[in-house]
């Protein structure tokens, strides 16, 4: 994996300056956050991404072989990355509503669909495969904007979402890496290294925010990353692997929409209940230390990611993937979503009951 190091470190020595140098101006911010933190995460990190496989591709054959055979499926990630990138940074920059974000995102997908970025086969941890067939573009584009938005979702607390992509893109580095798909590998690596170059400035208390750019950014490469590269041996995609890795923010993107539908509320308006809001509120627990819970919780996924590629039509992945399950249950419960859930308004009213509110006391 030398090309992956030197491609890892290119992304991180140029990420790392930008984000430092760069103080771009910002909108107000809604959060109790200094409002003079700039937003420029998404621009250092999309900029570390593109050029790291350029500038290894000019001292390294090898690099050159790789971008040659695949520079236009390079190209339309790099295109479809970016309109992401400027949908994001327009709401960092002045609000945008949620529709014409989802407009944006669902565009992108559908043209990196029909770029060749696609799933076409579902293959389980058992070895057998399920062939999309007409259901594949909606489930490709499913999972771009799944992915996008979740990373978006998980960056409500300094330091947590780029601290993940950092974790989740180097593993499947490797797992990309072990496949034999050196570009796909090569560039989860530049990834890696440019969400890593982010994170110094960005750990509580944040001098650079990540921002809508960032987020939707790294989401959306992750994602699209995922079903080009993780094809085996029978041609089809594993993608529960990379589902595994990102457990923390899927998990906590899929009951956002959960939980808010089930308390009545708009399902695209935001809150302040996602995991690392509970971390803090339930362990009062300093930013700092909820940024380095949210790491810990993600290397547990990241493992059994790694587990699941490495024990491969084995008795192994079912008792990996049975932990996996059981331990996203053991979250739920220990932060109180469960108990949460069940006492919502439309649980209550099919259970025939009514919401206590609390007297005033006085």
């Known amino acids: 994996m030398s090309l992956e190091v030197w491609i890892a470190g290119i992304a991180l020595a140029i990420a790392l300056p930008l984000t430092f140098i760069l103080r771009l101006p910002t909108k107000a911010s809604r959060v109790p956050t200094p409002v003079h933190v700039p937003r420029i995460g998404g621009f250092s990190i999309i900029t570390a991404f593109l050029l790291a496989p350029a500038v290894l591709a000019w001292f390294s054959p090898a690099m050159r072989h790789f ?46 669909y029909l770029s060749g970025f696609r799933v076409g086969a579902m293959t389980l941890p058992g070895g057998h495969a399920v062939a999309l067939g007409i259901l594949d573009p909606v489930v490709t584009v499913v999972w771009l904007v799944l992915i996008t938005n979740a990373m978006n979702l998980i960056d409500g607390s300094d330091g947590v979402a780029a601290g993940i992509s950092t974790l989740v893109s180097a593993t499947m580095a490797y797992v990309a890496w072990d496949l034999g798909h050196d570009l796909i590998a090569l560039l989860f690596a530049a990834l890696a290294g440019a969400s890593l170059g982010f994170v110094p400035f960005n750990l509580p208390r944040a001098r650079r925010w990540l921002g809508d750019s960032g987020a939707y950014f790294l989401g959306f490469t992750i994602g699209a990353l995922s079903i080009a590269g993780f094809v085996d041996t029978t041609g089809r995609v594993p993608l529960y692997i990379p589902l595994v890795a990102l457990g923390l923010p899927v998990l906590d993107a899929g009951l956002a929409f959960l939980r808010r539908f089930l308390d009545g509320h708009h399902p695209f ?82 259970r025939g009951r009514r919401r206590e509110v609390p007297r005033e006391v006085g």
């Open 67 to 112: 971008m040659s055979g695949d520079w236009t499926k390079f190209l339309a990630l790099g295109l479809c990355g970016g309109a992401i990138f400027l949908a994001g940074a327009r709401d960092d920059f002045r609000d945008v509503g949620w529709r014409t974000k989802f407009g944006v995102q669902f565009a992108a997908a559908i043209i990196l």
């Open 269 to 350: 308006h935001a809150d302040e209940d996602h995991f690392h809001h509970r971390i803090a509120r339930l362990f009062g627990l300093s930013p700092l230390s909820v940024a380095i819970a949210s790491y810990a919780i993600t290397a547990v996924f990241c493992g059994a990611a790694l587990l699941l590629h490495l024990w491969y039509k084995s008795v192994g992945s079912a008792v990996v993937g049975g932990v996996v399950v059981a331990f996203a249950i053991v979250l739920l419960v220990v932060l109180g979503y469960i108990d949460s859930m069940w006492n919502s308004v439309r649980m209550l009213g099919l």
